[in-house]
């Protein structure tokens, strides 16, 4: 299973930006998908999870901001950034947990990061 991200870039305070990561391979279902953050010499921080249910969690600094959303038929989730800050910036990682494969097992990925920078 490989996660595959899309949608980083550069963008100016106040505008906006959608990421996308599409889980690929040999998968029944993937329990819960989500996005988290780093920035240098600081540990990844959460951004936002959504379980397969549609349960949403957000980090109370994007709450407002950003929407989490997901297309399970298509194994992918959405990141919405919405009011971009400064303090935004940083590499955006997808995250998808307890992915049940083909023979029962679960599993766990990380997507390879997309940068999204946002000017003052």
């Known amino acids: 299973v490989q996660l595959v991200e899309s949608g980083g870039g550069l963008v100016q305070a106040g505008g906006s930006l959608r990421l996308s990561c599409e889980a690929r391979g040999s998968i029944r279902s993937i329990y819960k998908m989500g996005w988290y953050r780093q920035v240098p010499d600081k540990q990844r921080e959460l951004v936002a999870t959504?379980?397969?249910?549609?349960?949403?969690n957000y980090a109370n600094s994007v709450k407002g901001r950003f929407t989490i959303s997901r297309d399970n038929a298509k194994n992918t989730v959405y990141l919405q950034m919405n009011s971009l800050k400064p303090e935004d910036t940083a590499v955006y990682y997808c995250?998808?947990?307890?992915?049940?494969?083909?023979?029962?097992?679960?599993?766990?990925?990380w997507g390879q990061g997309t940068q999204v920078t946002v000017s003052s």
């Open positions: 959504i379980t397969s249910g549609g349960s949403t």
């Open positions: 995250k998808a947990e307890n992915i049940l494969g083909p023979n029962g097992g679960l599993s766990e990925r």
